[in-house]
């Protein structure tokens, strides 16, 4: 299992860096079924989950008044209102999303979020390797995938999780099924596929929005752009979950390099 690290103040500026580019976690983090009040699974990163506020009430909204909307994401929402939900998050509002806002309408503000970041979620520096997965097929695909996921800066790699399970909530009501008495409940029409060609350009971006060329793909690219997304939605509880034995490999190196974060470690156990 891993280690417990609740605060980083005692640490060194070069300790707290090293412990923070780790990112691991222990995969029990990742379940969000975790029974309320159980006790919190013990993590090497002791860095709090770094989630966008505007992106989890996205998130949580559609989730909970909008999984049975046909055509999220593609159906038209109203620029006025996005861009004044916009504005109250830019300003730093405590923004209260409930059952009376539109559906489309937080969907595109989670679009334009995404494509507005000054970097994109995967950093433009790492489009090319991730992209280079696209030729690659079966385990050897998702490992290289699983080792750039861990190159991701905390805040991008905690957002981006937080959106693919997201994404896959979505997909997952894609299609019809029926209640318990029998009632047909409609999907929202929105697969992996559908899903990944929306959200992919915004998520790999190969330029910055208005840069020139921005906007300006090849096909060949648009496709790899879509199956990798595809493959980060459908395999992202995988993806993000730290073997116990590259966990133990990391300690092993740990304490040939920097056997000061070991005692630190061991000691907070």
Same mark, same amino acid.
């Given at each position: 299992?891993?280690?417990?690290?609740?605060?980083? =103040?005692?640490?060194?500026?070069? @300790?707290?860096?090293?412990?923070?580019?780790?990112?691991?976690?222990?995969?029990?983090?990742?379940?969000?079924?975790?029974?309320?009040?159980?006790?919190?699974?013990?993590?090497?990163?002791?860095? @709090? +989950?770094?989630?966008? !506020?505007?992106?989890?009430?996205? +998130? =949580?909204?559609?989730?909970?008044?909008?999984?049975? @909307?046909?055509?999220?994401?593609? $159906?038209?929402?109203?620029?006025?209102? $996005?861009?004044?939900?916009?504005?109250?998050?830019?300003?730093?509002?405590?923004?209260?999303?409930?059952?009376?806002?539109?559906?489309?309408?937080?969907?595109?503000?989670?679009?334009?979020?995404?494509?507005?970041?000054?970097?994109?979620?995967?950093? !433009?520096?790492?489009?090319?390797?991730?992209?280079? =997965?696209?030729?690659?097929?079966?385990?050897?695909?998702?490992?290289?995938?699983?080792?750039?996921?861990?190159?991701?800066?905390? +805040?991008?790699?905690?957002?981006?999780?937080?959106?693919?399970?997201?994404?896959?909530?979505?997909?997952?009501?894609?299609?019809?099924?029926?209640?318990?008495?029998?009632?047909?409940?409609?999907?929202?029409?929105? =697969?992996?596929?559908?899903?990944? @060609? $929306?959200?992919?350009?915004?998520?790999?971006?190969?330029?910055?929005?208005?840069?020139?060329?921005?906007?300006?793909?090849?096909?060949?690219?648009?496709?790899?752009?879509?199956? $990798?997304?595809?493959?980060?939605?459908?395999?992202?509880?995988?993806?993000?979950?730290?073997?116990?034995?590259?966990? +133990?490999?990391?300690?092993? !190196?740990?304490?040939?390099?920097?056997?000061?974060?070991?005692?630190?470690?061991?000691? !907070?156990?």
């Amino acid at each position: 299992g891993a280690m417990s690290v609740d605060s980083i =103040t005692d640490l060194s500026d070069n @300790t707290s860096k090293l412990l923070e580019a780790l990112q691991l976690s222990h995969p029990h983090e990742l379940d969000p079924r975790r029974i309320p009040g159980k006790k919190k699974a013990l993590s090497l990163n002791p860095i @709090t +989950c770094q989630v966008p !506020r505007i992106v989890d009430r996205c +998130c =949580t909204h559609i989730e909970t008044h909008g999984l049975q @909307t046909v055509g999220i994401f593609r $159906v038209g929402s109203s620029k006025k209102r $996005v861009q004044q939900l916009r504005e109250e998050f830019d300003q730093g509002l405590d923004v209260f999303l409930d059952e009376h806002q539109s559906v489309h309408d937080v969907a595109a503000l989670l679009k334009e979020f995404l494509r507005d970041m000054p970097d994109s979620l995967i950093p !433009r520096e790492l489009y090319g390797a991730f992209l280079s =997965t696209a030729a690659m097929e079966g385990p050897a695909q998702l490992d290289a995938l699983q080792l750039l996921l861990f190159l991701l800066p905390p +805040c991008h790699s905690d957002t981006l999780h937080r959106l693919l399970r997201f994404l896959g909530e979505v997909a997952r009501h894609a299609e019809h099924s029926w209640d318990p008495d029998g009632r047909e409940i409609p999907g929202n029409k929105m =697969t992996v596929s559908n899903l990944a @060609t $929306v959200f992919g350009p915004n998520i790999l971006q190969k330029e910055k929005p208005g840069e020139k060329d921005a906007g300006g793909l090849n096909f060949e690219d648009s496709a790899a752009i879509i199956l $990798v997304l595809q493959r980060l939605i459908e395999h992202h509880q995988a993806l993000f979950m730290v073997s116990p034995e590259m966990q +133990c490999d990391v300690l092993r !190196r740990l304490f040939q390099t920097d056997p000061d974060v070991i005692d630190y470690l061991l000691r !907070r156990k």
